[in-house]
């Protein structure tokens, strides 16, 4: 029985020889990933893809022509490469689109020197030039805030205490230690974020921003000329992003969450945020009694309410093209610098990943397509609106129970890239055990010695997030820090010059090879127990 048995068996293998050939859902296809690490180390583009969304482009705003320019740029490239489905996907709308069209500021009184300082995004501007004295405005009661009525038309408002600027003995760049890295192997299973409703919505939360509310109208009523705030960090770079008050309108997908506050804003003034030496002198000039004066031109550009728009593309599957995997960035950024770091290092690795498997003539068995986000910045809108259009949401109900559509049957996995210019590390797991085995083997045959950890930890506040909470699988690489936190982010230093060359090279490959390792799989990438 045993030996006919065999016989079975052998003649199935050798009458089918694709059972014979398959390969075990787990073995690495090492040819394929060898030619994925020769295109995208030999012929790389990643660095010209960057060049021209920051430099070409420039900072591209949610909504903005900037933004515009960028996204139907890279559909182009995209058909160039020979990608397919290949479109701009609506979501919104937004509300108005912002652009900075002319800016310059100089203190004229008691010394003439060009403040070092940058609008906020979606700030109006006065008209034509203006000039008027800079006072403090630091009432933090109502009583206080009395005492300044009538006082304030004409005026520069510096609504900042001084900020202390202290030397910098520490580099301001760094990779993760071992040490670092090693913590984050040994880490258990994050725990559930705890809510924060309750919390906004105290009473003495709700009293503070009344005043906030009542202090803003005040200035706005009595014809205050500009709102001065002091940025963080120094060395002549700004940190800036929305005006206060902005850029939350009635009209976006933000307008459809609990709201925190149950008062409006008023309407907003220019809000410039300024170097911190620079506010910090016209502090002190104030407080020895000297008038500090200063001179503006602001000329900014709001346009017609639309639609904001997400980029997409596919290099389709074979035998299992209705199942997907999704590689994603944002490409939205702030408007202070050109946006490198923040994301189009991210969103040239994703592109540069596509690039390199068209390239190669791989043939995935699953449909690979790329995702680059906007509205990322006002709040992970273009992810949000594109997993629930296309996947599921949770439900408005207490236990928030989940709805998914037919298609996250066919999701496998989502893959994000989103902080700087540091090479890959390993993976945020977000608690998923269950891909750590499938992981560890890529790891391995990608043979990086730099980037082989493999944490349970969660990583938020990114464009995995919305896919992570509907139970998708979706992941966020560990990243070298750098200077994204002390040099790039969110600052008119997030700039071409910032980004590694080695780096994002490193970063597309890795993209790269586990988009196609996920489509190559026998079966989809395990889910959250």
Excluded at 142 to 159: C, M, Q, R, V
Excluded at 288 to 316: C, Q, W
């Amino acid at each position: 029985m045993r030996h006919r048995l065999l016989f079975v068996i052998l003649f199935l293998f050798v009458s089918y020889p694709s059972l014979a050939q398959r390969k075990p859902s787990e073995e690495i296809d090492t040819a394929a990933v060898r030619k994925i690490w020769n295109e995208g180390t030999d012929r790389s583009q990643v660095m010209d893809i960057i060049g021209y969304l920051t430099e070409v482009c420039g900072p591209r705003l949610t909504g903005s022509p900037q933004y515009t320019k960028a996204a139907n740029w890279a559909i182009n490239k995209m058909n160039e490469w020979g990608m397919s489905n290949t479109h701009l996907e609506g979501w919104g709308p937004f509300g108005k689109s912002w652009t900075l069209e002319h800016y310059s500021a100089h203190v004229t009184k008691p010394d003439v020197f060009p403040l070092v300082s940058f609008p906020k995004a979606w700030s109006p501007g006065p008209k034509g030039s203006v000039s008027g004295e800079a006072i403090l405005f630091n009432a933090k009661t109502d009583s206080a805030l009395a005492t300044y009525k009538g006082k304030l038309k004409g005026k520069f408002i510096l609504l900042d205490e001084p900020r202390t600027v202290k030397p910098q003995f520490e580099p301001r760049a760094s990779r993760d230690h071992d040490t670092t890295l090693l913590e984050q192997s040994n880490a258990d299973v994050p725990r559930p974020r705890r809510s924060r409703i309750g919390v906004a919505t105290s009473p003495e939360a709700k009293k503070q921003a009344l005043f906030a509310y009542n202090k803003s109208k005040m200035m706005y009523d009595e014809g205050v000329l500009a709102t001065l705030t002091v940025s963080r960090g120094d060395g002549g770079n700004i940190f800036v992003q929305q005006a206060s008050g902005a850029p939350s309108h009635p009209d976006t997908p933000r307008a459809r969450r609990p709201q925190v506050w149950e008062v409006r804003s008023p309407k907003i003034l220019p809000q410039i945020q300024v170097g911190a030496e620079h506010y910090n002198r016209m502090m002190r000039l104030i407080q020895r009694g000297e008038k500090v004066k200063i001179e503006m031109e602001l000329e900014t550009k709001f346009h017609k309410a639309d639609s904001a728009y997400n980029v997409i593309g596919e290099i389709p599957g074979t035998d299992l093209a209705d199942e997907v995997v999704m590689i994603g960035a944002h490409l939205d950024s702030w408007h202070g610098g050109t946006g490198a770091t923040d994301d189009a290092t991210g969103s040239a690795v994703c592109l540069e990943a596509m690039r390199i498997i068209k390239a190669t003539g791989l043939k995935p068995r699953r449909t690979i397509r790329i995702g680059l986000w906007s509205g990322e910045e006002q709040g992970l809108f273009g992810s949000e609106a594109y997993v629930a259009n296309h996947f599921g949401v949770r439900g408005d109900d207490s236990a928030r129970t989940l709805q998914l559509k037919p298609a996250a049957e066919k999701f496998s996995v989502y893959f994000n890239d989103d902080n700087g210019t540091g090479r890959f590390r390993g993976v945020f797991m977000q608690g998923n055990e269950s891909v750590r085995p499938i992981f560890r083997k890529w790891l391995t045959a990608i043979a990086d010695p730099t980037a082989q950890t493999l944490t349970l930890q969660n990583t938020g506040s990114t464009d995995h997030v919305p896919f992570d909470q509907i139970g998708l699988p979706a992941f966020q690489f560990i990243q070298d820090e750098i200077e994204y936190s002390s040099m790039t982010h969110h600052s008119t230093m997030d700039v071409y010059d910032r980004v590694i060359e080695k780096d994002v090279q490193q970063s597309s490959v890795i993209m790269a090879i586990f988009a196609y390792n996920a489509a190559m799989r026998d079966e989809k990438l395990p889910r959250k127990r």
